[in-house]
């Protein structure tokens, strides 16, 4: 079963795990000025990565960005990161102060239409410690984002990123469902998304 939710400001997970929504956490104008900055300003990539034991062209774009020396291993990849342009050190100083937690990296996704998309995963690397606080921001494109419960496959719980939100995620949900952004045969228009989190030590393995 799915359910398509209006998620604001309170919890989405029925159980084991937390994520809120914040829409229009950054305004309009903002949006728009970080969008064109991250699609313009930033070196996206789309290299091969490991799916099912085979080499696949990513369905997306990506960059990774953080502190020096970071990397980013992931299905075979190896990222290192471009150190933080001065627009995302200010969404990222943003963050910390309203969710009260620090970052040291953030993945980025560029979805260039409704084809492009991220499948299920969890973001469970043991760097990224037990219960890790995620925050993704959304630019551009409204896009519906998916928690499934993972050993169960059910419920899907559906709900709408739009242009200036922010899903904070955080407790079990790590441990105890998986995510993705699904592909549509809608036509839409690009969204960047910008995944923030804290890696308590160098080097993990991990989904792009």
């Given amino acids: 079963m799915q359910h398509l939710i209006d998620a604001d400001h309170h919890n989405i997970l029925p159980s084991h795990g937390e994520a809120v929504l914040f829409p229009d956490f950054f305004t309009t104008q903002e949006s728009d000025t970080y969008f064109d900055h991250f699609k ?4 996206w990539i789309q290299e091969p990565a490991l799916q099912f034991g085979k080499k696949r062209v990513q369905p997306r774009l990506t960059a990774f960005l953080g502190d020096e020396h970071a990397e980013y291993h992931a299905e075979g ?19 910390e102060a309203k969710f009260e937690t620090s970052f040291n990296e953030c993945l980025l996704n560029y979805y ?17 410690g037990e219960y890790p606080v995620i925050v993704m921001v959304s630019f551009g494109a409204t896009r519906i984002f998916q928690f499934r419960d ?6 899907v719980i ?11 995620v955080k407790k079990q949900t790590q441990e105890f469902w998986e995510q993705r952004s ?19 030590k160098k080097g993990f393995s991990d989904h792009l």
Avoid at 150 to 155: Q, S
Avoid at 158 to 168: A, P, Q, T
């Fill in 150 to 155: 993972y050993k169960e496959k059910v419920p």
């Fill in 40 to 43: 313009n300003d930033v070196s």
């Fill in 112 to 128: 260039r239409d409704g084809k492009d998309y991220m499948g299920w995963h969890r973001d469970n690397a043991h760097a990224l």
């Fill in 158 to 168: 559906s709900l709408e990123l739009d242009h200036g939100s922010v899903l904070l």
């Fill in 182 to 200: 699904p592909k549509t045969t809608r036509a839409l228009t690009p969204r960047i998304n910008l995944t923030f989190r804290l890696v308590l």
């Fill in 77 to 95: 990849l190896t990222l290192k990161a471009q150190y933080w342009t001065v627009p995302l050190l200010s969404i990222k100083a943003k963050l």
